[in-house]
Nanobody, 125 residues
Framework: QVQVVESGGGSVQAGGSLRLSCAAS????????MAWYREAPGKEREWVAS???????NYAESTKGRFTVSRANAKNTIQLQMNNLKPEDTAVYYC???????????????????WGKGTLVTVSP
């Protein structure tokens, strides 16, 4: 069973930085896409940034230029460098890892994705 674990959350003042990490384990496959989402109090979960296996990165408008998602050295591990943090960045940050799983001898694949339990980021004014 694939497990996804986030780490690196904490409290910081506005303008500060934090680095989050996400590690997916329990599979021999390499990820297809890994992404960060966040859920602020009273709001729906929103997409923050993603990294595709080929290296393509994408960012939400609210984080573009401040956040950087990158691959870490360990397999199926990514990081999210967050700079110039704002109070509105306060949220629980979740990592989602998507894999292509082979389901039969012919090599057919299906997409399976897995969520971590989240890590809290608090930015004070």
């Amino acid at each position: 069973q694939v497990q996804v674990v986030e780490s690196g959350g904490g409290s910081v003042q506005a303008g500060g930085s934090l680095r989050l990490s996400c590690a997916a384990s329990g599979t021999r496959n390499s990820f297809n896409t890994m992404a960060w989402y966040r859920e602020a109090p009273g709001k729906e979960r929103e997409w923050v940034a993603s990294l595709q296996s080929g290296g393509t990165t994408n960012y939400a408008e609210s984080t573009k230029g401040r956040f950087t998602v990158s691959r870490a050295n360990a397999k199926n591990t990514i990081q999210l460098q967050m700079n110039n943090l704002k109070p509105e960045d306060t949220a629980v940050y979740y990592c989602n890892a998507e894999f292509l799983m082979v389901v039969n001898v012919e090599g057919a694949t299906v997409r399976r994705d897995y969520w971590g339990k989240g890590t809290l980021v608090t930015v004070s004014p």
